[in-house]
């Protein structure tokens, strides 16, 4: 069974400045998968994410 790559993403929401650091895992086409779906703000679309 082979481990999947982990990265560290931090996600700032567009709407109200919130910023969440988060792990994921890297999947084969080279995105980065963590689970997160929306803001506190209920934003669910406007986001800047960087990959650490």
């Known amino acids: 069974m082979l481990k999947s ?8 929401c ?3 400045g919130e910023k969440f ?3 994921g895992r890297r999947e084969p086409g080279g995105q980065v998968e963590t689970g997160f779906k929306q ?8 986001f800047r994410i960087d990959e650490s």
């Open 21 to 23: 650091t988060l792990r």
């Open 14 to 16: 567009n709407v109200c």
């Open 39 to 46: 803001c506190l703000c209920d934003n669910d679309r406007h």
């Open 5 to 12: 790559e982990r990265a560290k993403v931090t996600i700032q």
